[in-house]
């Protein structure tokens, strides 16, 4: 394939298909296509087999801009630029890994900023750098700053309320101290997932799938000139999920038997029904 190499860290994809981020356009910045617990595996180095894995012992000694086994927690970054100019950067997901993320690829890429926050899930490696938001807001002792928008099914918003009460928190209590915490503005999409919503000027469908035969999901379907289908949890599509007009499939395909009754087996299970469009399989596991 390809451009497999392309999407694999830090790499752009410019969504009007011309080769990326050089000024003016939109891309696509995936910021990880790793699986939860990132590559390379801990365990491969601090305890490493004999023979060592080739992956994860190759991982350390190559940049990761060209090292196809340094992979973060799944994540795209959206460098949306409107029609009049506007340029907006929309982050789906915001797992363990996403410090790390914004250390590597933010940089590396100029990217200033996060505009609005769009979530899959409510899984780790989806929400756990939600914290590190604050990191890239400016900085007020008093929290007295524009939230950012982040978007999230009800159910993701219960969970989340349970793991990061503080962020979720809309006044003080009596006696309680201001702690400098990310300042988030939670939008819930509606239930049924049949109607768009804009984050940043650009329309997102929701896109329901199974991950796991009893977790639902959301991808998302977005891009003016050019359709994008940004999937990375999933293990069946729902008749009722419209995903055939798409250029990009970004899955979480893992290669492991024990995980496959969450996430789709990465062999032959997937077919694009559109025969123009494109799709990319993104491998996230290294065994
Ligand atoms: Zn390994
Ligand atoms: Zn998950």
Same mark, same amino acid.
């Given at each position: /394939?390809?451009?497999?190499?392309?999407?694999?860290?830090?790499?752009?994809? #410019?969504?009007?298909?011309?080769?990326?981020?050089?000024?003016?356009?939109?891309?696509?910045?995936?910021?990880?296509?790793?699986?939860?617990?990132?590559?390379?595996?801990?365990?491969?180095?601090?305890?490493?087999?004999?023979?060592?894995?080739?992956?994860?012992?190759?991982?350390? $000694?190559?940049?990761?801009?060209?090292?196809?086994?340094?992979?973060?927690?799944?994540?795209?970054?959206?460098?949306?630029?409107?029609?009049? #100019?506007?340029?907006? !950067?929309?982050?789906?997901?915001?797992?363990?890994?996403?410090?790390?993320?914004?250390? =590597?690829?933010?940089?590396?890429?100029?990217?200033? =900023?996060?505009?609005?926050?769009?979530?899959?899930?409510?899984?780790?490696?989806?929400?756990?750098?939600?914290?590190?938001?604050r990191?890239?807001q400016p900085h007020s002792p008093t929290n007295d700053i524009?939230?950012?928008?982040?978007?999230?099914?009800?159910?993701? /918003?219960? +969970? *989340?309320?349970?793991? @990061?009460?503080?962020?979720?928190?809309?006044?003080l =209590?009596?006696?309680?101290e201001v702690r400098r915490v990310?300042q988030?503005?939670?939008? *819930?999409?509606?239930?049924?997932?049949?109607?768009?919503?804009?984050?940043?000027?650009?329309?997102?469908?929701?896109?329901?799938? /199974?991950?796991?035969?009893?977790?639902?999901?959301?991808?998302?379907?977005?891009?003016?000139?050019?359709?994008?289908?940004?999937?990375?949890?999933?293990?069946? @599509?729902?008749?009722?999920?419209?995903?055939?007009?798409?250029?990009?499939?970004? @899955? +979480?395909?893992?290669?492991? !038997?024990?995980?496959?009754?969450?996430?789709?087996?990465?062999?032959?299970?997937?077919?694009?029904?559109?025969?123009?469009?494109?799709? !990319?399989?993104?491998?996230?596991? $290294?065994?």
């Open positions: /394939m390809e451009n497999q190499n392309a999407l694999q860290n830090g790499a752009l994809e #410019g969504a009007a298909g011309n080769g990326g981020r050089s000024g003016d356009g939109s891309a696509l910045i995936f910021l990880g296509t790793g699986c939860s617990s990132a590559v390379p595996n801990a365990m491969c180095l601090i305890q490493p087999s004999d023979p060592p894995c080739q992956v994860c012992s190759q991982s350390l $000694s190559i940049p990761p801009d060209r090292n196809p086994n340094y992979r973060c927690n799944t994540s795209l970054l959206i460098d949306y630029c409107s029609s009049d #100019g506007i340029r907006n !950067y929309i982050i789906i997901d915001v797992g363990k890994t996403f410090r790390e993320q914004v250390l =590597r690829w933010f940089t590396f890429h100029n990217i200033p =900023r996060v505009d609005s926050i769009v979530l899959t899930h409510e899984h780790a490696d989806a929400i756990l750098g939600l914290d590190d938001i990191a890239i524009d939230p950012t928008a982040i978007y999230l099914t009800r159910h993701s /918003m219960d +969970s *989340i309320a349970t793991k @990061f009460p503080y962020l979720v928190q809309k006044k =209590r009596e006696g309680q990310a988030l503005d939670w939008k *819930i999409i509606e239930e049924h997932y049949d109607k768009p919503f804009v984050a940043s000027g650009l329309k997102f469908f929701p896109l329901p799938v /199974m991950h796991g035969e009893d977790y639902l999901c959301l991808g998302y379907l977005f891009g003016e000139k050019c359709k994008v289908a940004y999937i990375s949890d999933v293990s069946r @599509f729902p008749s009722n999920t419209e995903y055939g007009r798409c250029c990009i499939f970004s @899955f +979480s395909c893992v290669l492991t !038997y024990i995980y496959t009754f969450k996430h789709f087996h990465f062999v032959g299970d997937v077919k694009c029904r559109d025969e123009t469009s494109i799709c !990319y399989f993104v491998i996230l596991m $290294s065994l």
